[in-house]
């Protein structure tokens, strides 16, 4: 199946957002980033991954 150009430019979208959100909180680890990524139901993916990111608990981690 091939994927739109809407689809790759969603696909890179939800990537950014999941990377981003892989380094400021500690509960994003516990997703399989790649599987998420990879995922066909880009939409879902992408409120997923914008819920996380607008979590009150999405907080930078301590170093």
Known sequence: MKSSSL???NHQ???MI???CYFY???VS???INEI???SNQRT???LAI???HNPFCTPRKT
């Open 7 to 9: 689809s790759e430019k």
């Open 13 to 15: 979208m939800v990537v």
């Open 18 to 20: 999941i990377n981003r």
């Open 25 to 27: 909180s500690t509960h």
């Open 30 to 32: 516990l997703i399989p």
């Open 37 to 39: 990524a990879t995922s």
């Open 45 to 47: 993916v992408g409120l």
């Open 51 to 53: 819920r996380l990111c």
